[in-house]
Nanobody, 112 residues
């Protein structure tokens, strides 16, 4: 079992920046971020392997950067040039060979 705890969400104006953090209870190969708005499916934002191979949704490429600290079992999401359509609950995600794991979610609101 893996526990994930997110932090760093909040309210930001359009064009602003936020950094999300997530700590896992143990080291795990793939970590990342998904997001969800009410009435829609949860969607991929970005994932990163322990070897730092990253994958991004087209909607965030060039604006968001995912990184991780393997020694601390942490993953980060630096979000720049935020848009109102980035408003969502952001979930930390981790995947082992056996299962997928999710954090409790953190709200990101982009509004003036």
């Amino acid at each position: 079992q893996v526990q994930l705890v997110e932090s760093g969400g909040g309210l930001v104006q359009p064009g602003g920046s936020l950094r999300l953090s997530c700590v896992a209870s143990r080291s795990i190969f793939t970590m990342g971020w998904y997001r969800q708005v009410p009435g829609k499916q949860r969607e991929l934002v970005a994932t990163i392997t322990s070897g730092s191979s990253a994958n991004y949704a087209d909607s965030v490429k060039g604006r968001f950067t995912i990184s991780r600290d393997n020694a601390k079992s942490m993953v980060y999401l630096q979000m720049n040039s935020l848009k109102p359509e980035d408003t969502a609950v952001y979930y930390c995600y981790a995947r082992s060979l056996a299962a997928n794991y999710w954090g409790q979610g953190t709200q990101v609101t982009v509004s003036s």
